[in-house]
């Protein structure tokens, strides 16, 4: 179930962690680094809570995905 949510967020993943590798790299370049570490410590933590969000609403669609499906067919018990 982890791999299936990795393989589907990996793009999302991937642009993050290039947004904020690029972010940090013109900060050191034109200011010589970040002025506060507390700016891009929220946008991680911001983005880590966003996807323990994603991931908990993807395991109970994956839960209900998975569930036996029984159908009443001509039968009424």
Known sequence: MRKSFLRQEKW?????????????????????GPVTYSGPAGCV???????????????KEWKLKEQPKFSNGPFYF
Not at 12 to 32: K, N, Q, R
């Open 45 to 59: 933590t911001g983005f880590l809570l966003y996807q323990a969000w994603k991931y908990r609403r993807f395991k």
């Open 12 to 32: 999302e993943i991937l642009l993050f962690v290039v947004v904020m590798a690029a972010g940090y790299i013109s900060s050191v370049i034109l200011i010589g």
